[in-house]
């Protein structure tokens, strides 16, 4: 099970954009907001996010192997939406990216109204009806 400040720190990511509070840069892969400090110093000594910079609280991460983890936390979402279980989070290539976004779809599906008008990498766009792609 991943923990709740995890969940939030990933979850931001895949949902930067406009409007968002958090910014993704297309050209430079860096993601831009006030995070959970020991939650991302936790994952830059593990390797799996780069921090480009910390001013006063403003952070600049980039994710490493973005696409990989884009991929399994697509998967992971796609797979709780077809009432799935986390079988398939072996098989991924981003494991814990699969887990994060199985977790957060279900997290997200308890409170429905939550999900009106909400995009995130992976979700399903009510607007267009498409899976929204970072």
């Not at 797979?79 to 779809?105: M, T, V």
Request: charged residues 25%; contains cysteine; hydrophobic residues 35%.
């Amino acid at each position: 099970m991943i923990s709740k400040k995890v969940r939030e720190l990933f979850s931001s990511l895949m949902e930067a954009g406009d409007g968002s509070p958090v910014s993704y840069d297309i050209e430079t892969e860096q993601y831009t907001g006030y995070f959970n400090e020991s939650v991302v110093n936790k994952f830059v000594d593990e390797g799996v996010v780069e921090l480009v910079h910390n001013d006063d609280g403003l952070v600049c991460l980039r994710l490493i192997n973005r696409e990989d983890f884009l991929s399994g936390f697509a998967s992971g979402v796609n797979e709780a939406r077809l009432g799935r279980d986390q079988y398939y989070a072996d098989y991924n290539a981003s494991p814990f990216a699969f887990s994060i976004g199985y977790e957060h779809f279900l997290y997200m599906n308890k409170k429905p109204k939550l999900l009106i008008g909400y995009i995130c990498h992976g979700f399903i766009n009510e607007t267009t009806g498409e899976v929204h792609n970072q």
